[in-house]
């Protein structure tokens, strides 16, 4: 008997944009889909197998995404701090289910494995960061950043680090194409800075839990993968606080009209507060620094409202450039707290 062909799978995501922006360099002075494809394709009844992804939140969407644009179906467990908003955002890209346990991560990813998991001898789990080929498809972007930057490499590259699935396949995908000659900054917000802490104590360590508002940061251990990466010369740890995530959310939606949550608003806060050239002082107003804006989905307008109210004494301490838009529409703050909405 002939072995059955296995049909052409579609790649289940899309190209990464890169896009300059004038304002941030004005300010600034200077896969999950890959492991869902990858296991059809091995799979000897790709036609039985059901995806279940324990994630805060973005991890678990990516996996729900592939799975339903490959016509498989996807169970995603996500932890008690995910908002109602994301996890109606699973279930509408077409989650079979969306279930919600445990204080943390850990917790929920244990409940996925042990009660679910264990008992569908059709599952497949997909870890929302700790896996090579999650690593392999986030590696990917650095092959659209060589395409999309038109010559030379970039400089420097931001990224934010949760569990570091995204972290590992940018440093990954820059060390096979130039060594250790880009920056890597990588950035946490306090309360999530499982990686920062590890490299800190120099060896593996777990947070009590998560404090931090960038629940999609939210994990109290970052991979083994990450540690390692994180240890070389060209990585440097980055950690701010709440605040400083939130006015980075604020002020890009003001700047390029974009929304994202603190996840990303931590990668982008580096440009607004003159950090970025102190951290990495060789930068130039020639220099090509790719921020990866990677978190959009938890947010909505109203609470970049909320975190502007909460949040906006940040403003106290960043750019006062008006050449760069943002400034101009920041609330005004002294000592005593807001004075006015520009």
């Not at 497949?124 to 392999?136: C, I």
């Not at 499982?194 to 104590?201: C, I, Q, Y």
């Not at 450039?321 to 400034?327: F, G, Q, R």
């Amino acid at each position: 008997m002939g072995s059955l062909s296995v049909p052409e799978l579609q790649q289940p995501w899309i190209e990464t944009p890169l896009v300059e922006s004038a304002a941030l360099s004005k300010a600034a002075g200077c896969g999950i889909g890959n492991l869902v494809l990858r296991t059809l394709q091995i799979n000897s009844n790709p036609h039985l197998t059901h995806f279940y992804s324990s994630s805060g939140g973005n991890a678990g969407l990516a996996a729900v995404t592939a799975a339903v644009s490959l016509g498989r179906p996807a169970t995603v467990v996500v932890p008690l701090s995910t908002k109602p908003l994301m996890m109606t955002k699973i279930r509408t890209a077409g989650a079979t289910a969306v279930i919600q346990r445990g204080a943390t991560w850990v917790e929920a990813d244990t409940y996925l494995r042990e009660e679910l998991l264990a008992k569908d001898p059709n599952g497949v789990y997909v870890p929302p960061f700790d896996h090579p080929d999650v690593w392999a498809g986030a590696e990917t972007i650095v092959d659209e950043i060589e395409l999309q930057i038109q010559g030379g490499k970039p400089d420097a590259v931001v990224c934010s680090v949760g569990g570091g699935g995204l972290f590992c396949g940018v440093v990954m995908g820059l060390e096979k194409k130039w060594g250790d000659g880009v920056d890597v900054l990588a950035l946490e917000t306090k309360g999530a800075e499982s990686l920062a802490k590890s490299l800190e104590k120099r060896k593996l360590v777990a947070l009590p839990g998560i404090t931090s508002i960038a629940t999609s940061l939210g994990a109290v251990q970052v991979a083994t993968k990450a540690f390692e990466l994180g240890q070389k010369p060209n990585v440097r740890s980055v950690v701010l606080d709440d605040a400083e995530a939130a006015m980075g959310c604020w002020r890009l939606a003001d700047d390029e009209r974009l929304l994202v949550e603190p996840a990303c608003g931590v990668s982008v806060a580096v440009c607004y507060d003159g950090r970025l050239k102190a951290l990495l002082p060789r930068l130039t107003a020639a220099s090509k620094v790719v921020i990866v804006v990677c978190g959009g989905s938890d947010v909505t307008l109203e609470r970049l409202v909320e975190y502007r109210a909460r949040y906006g004494y940040a403003e106290r301490w960043t750019t006062t450039d008006e050449a760069v838009p943002s400034t101009l529409t920041a609330p005004r703050w002294e000592a005593d707290g807001i004075v006015s909405e520009a």
